[in-house]
C-alpha cells in the first residue's frame, strides 16, 4: 500500500538542532487508522483501500455508515479516503494502519491535503492584493475599494465584464495541497508527524497524508 495516512493538525513549533539551527515544524496526530474496504479489480474494477480515522459517536453518523464500519469490526468514523493502487492491496479488513509506514518504507517528503482556514467576505484588497485608492486628496471614503470595473471591458470585448474580474468575495474554505514537505520526524509512541513549514487548515483540521508523488 502507498504510505499514507489520515490525520488531525495539532499545531505549529520548532525544533533546535545540536548546531542551534531551528526547523518550524507541523506537528500531526497521524492515525491509527482502520481499513474500512478493500476493492480489488475482480470485485470492483479497481484495487484501492479505504481508510478510517478518529471514532465517532453513532448518535452523530448514520446507520448505513454504521454498518459499513461494522464490517471491519469497528465503529463509525469521522473522517473516510479511499486509496487507489496499483497493485493488489496487500491489507485486510480491519487492520490498522499507523505512522509506522512511512518508516518502514523509508518516506522523506510527503503531500498534505486539507481545507483551508475560512475567511468569509473580503475584499480586493485581502483577498488579491490590490494596491488600494491613491491616499491623497481628492480621494473620498474609497481607499479599499477596486475603482472602476467596467473599463470598456477590458479593451474591445464589449461593455459586460469579463468572466473571472477579480473583485471582493469568499476566501478560504478551500480545498488544496502542500506539496514536497520535509518528513522531520516520526514519533511511533504517540502517533505523531512532524513536517517542516506549515500545512492547510486550522488546529484541529482534517488532513490526508500521502508519500509525495514528485519527490522521493
Known amino acids: 500500500m502507498i504510505p499514507s495516512l489520515l490525520a488531525k493538525k495539532i499545531g505549529m513549533t520548532r525544533i533546535i538542532d545540536p548546531s542551534g539551527n531551528v526547523t518550524p515544524v507541523t506537528v ?13 479489480v475482480e470485485t470492483d474494477g479497481y484495487n484501492a483501500v479505504q481508510l478510517g480515522f478518529e471514532d465517532a459517536k453513532p448518535h452523530r453518523s448514520t446507520k448505513p455508515l454504521i454498518g459499513h464500519a461494522g464490517k471491519a469490526g469497528t465503529g463509525p ?3 473516510a479516503r479511499e486509496i487507489r493502487l496499483m497493485d493488489q492491496p496487500d491489507v485486510e479488513l480491519g487492520d490498522v494502519v499507523t505512522v509506522e509506514i512511512f518508516e518502514e518504507n523509508e518516506v522523506k517528503f510527503v503531500d498534505i491535503a486539507g481545507t483551508t482556514k475560512g475567511k468569509g467576505f473580503a475584499g480586493v484588497m485581502k483577498r488579491w492584493g490590490f494596491g488600494g485608492q491613491p491616499a491623497s486628496h481628492g480621494v473620498e471614503r474609497k481607499h479599499r475599494s477596486p475603482g472602476s470595473i467596467g473599463g470598456h471591458a477590458n479593451l474591445g470585448t464589449g461593455r459586460n465584464i469579463k468572466k473571472g474580474k477579480k473583485m471582493g468575495g469568499h476566501l ?8 514536497c514537505l520535509k518528513l522531520v520526524a516520526v514519533d511511533k509512541e504517540n502517533n505523531l508527524l512532524l513536517v517542516k513549514g506549515s500545512v492547510p487548515g486550522p488546529n484541529g483540521g482534517l488532513l490526508f497524508v500521502r508519500q509525495a508523488k514528485t519527490k522521493s
Not at 500531526?28 to 480489488?40: F, I
Open 77 to 79: 468514523k469521522r473522517q
Open 172 to 179: 478560504g474554505d478551500f480545498r488544496e495541497t502542500a506539496r
Open 28 to 40: 500531526m496526530q497521524a492515525g491509527p487508522c482502520t481499513v474500512l474496504q478493500v476493492k480489488t
